[in-house]
C-alpha cells in the first residue's frame, strides 16, 4: 500500500513568487491535513480538508490556501513568498473524520516538500 | 488556550539507562493525546497515543490528567532510540498541534 506520497520534495523560490505543492494521500484517506515544520516554530497546523471541504485552518496569513479534490488528492499554494515561509511542509492523511475517540484512526505523514526562498 | 509543552529540547542518556520524555498539555475538554518519532532521515510515525494504553519498541505513556501530564518513559534506553520525539494533542476532528520536541541521544 503506497503511503502519503508529496511533491515537488525540494524547491527553490524567490522573495514574492508563489508556489503549489502537492500531497497524495493513502489510497481511501479522506482527509489530508498540512503543518508547516521550521526550528524555530516546530511544527505548526495549517489546515485540514475533509472530502473535499476545509474544516480547520491554523493561525496562518491568507497568503497560505489549499484545496482538496474529488480523489482526495491536495495542494497548498503559498503566494506572495517571504524569507520566513522557508520550511518543510508537511502533508498527513486518515482514513476517518476524527481522531478522537477511536483508536483506529491515525494521521500518516509524507515526507514533505522543503522549500527555500531566497 | 490549549498548547502543548516538552520542556527539554535535549535529553542525553546511555545505552540502557531509563529514559523519561516529558509532555505537559493545557486543555480545557478532554485530552487525547499522542507522542509521534522522527528518526534521522525517516517521516514523522506514530509512537502510541494515550487511548490505546500499549507499548510499543518497549515505550509507554501515562495520562496524568491531575498534572496534566503525558509522560514518555523506556526502562532501558537502546541506541536506535535516538529520535525527535513529538508530543501531539487532538483538538478534534483530525487536528493536532504539537510540543516543540525533545531530542533523545542514547551514547553507547
Known amino acids: 500500500k503506497a503511503g502519503v506520497t508529496q511533491t515537488p520534495r525540494y524547491l527553490i523560490k524567490t522573495r514574492g513568487q508563489q508556489v503549489t505543492l502537492s500531497c497524495s494521500p493513502i489510497s481511501g484517506h479522506r482527509s489530508v491535513s498540512w503543518y508547516q515544520q521550521t526550528p524555530g516554530q516546530g511544527l505548526q497546523f495549517l489546515f485540514e480538508y475533509f472530502s473535499e471541504t476545509q474544516r480547520n485552518k491554523g493561525n496562518f496569513p491568507g497568503r497560505f490556501s489549499g484545496r482538496q479534490f474529488s480523489n482526495s488528492r491536495s495542494e497548498m499554494n503559498v503566494s506572495t513568498l517571504e524569507l520566513g515561509d522557508s520550511a518543510l511542509y508537511l502533508c498527513?492523511?486518515?482514513?476517518?473524520?476524527?481522531?478522537?475517540?477511536?483508536?483506529?484512526?491515525?494521521?500518516?505523514f509524507g515526507a514533505g516538500s522543503r522549500l527555500t526562498v531566497l | 488556550a490549549q498548547r502543548v509543552t516538552q520542556p527539554e529540547k535535549l535529553l542525553s542518556v546511555f545505552k540502557g539507562a531509563p529514559v523519561e520524555l516529558k509532555c505537559n498539555y493545557s486543555y480545557s475538554g478532554s485530552p487525547e493525546l499522542f507522542w509521534y518519532v522522527q528518526y534521522s532521515r525517516q517521516r514523522l510515525q506514530l509512537l502510541l497515543r494515550?487511548?490505546s494504553r500499549e507499548s510499543i519498541k518497549g515505550f509507554t505513556a501515562d495520562l496524568n490528567k491531575g498534572e496534566t501530564s503525558f509522560h514518555l518513559k523506556k526502562p532501558f534506553a537502546q541506541e536506535e532510540d535516538s529520535a525527535m520525539y513529538y508530543c501531539a494533542l487532538s483538538l478534534g476532528e483530525n487536528k493536532l498541534i504539537f510540543g516543540t520536541g525533545t531530542l533523545l541521544a542514547v551514547q553507547p
Open positions: 494515550h487511548i
Open positions: 498527513a492523511s486518515s482514513l476517518f473524520a476524527s481522531l478522537t475517540g477511536s483508536g483506529a484512526n491515525v494521521l500518516t
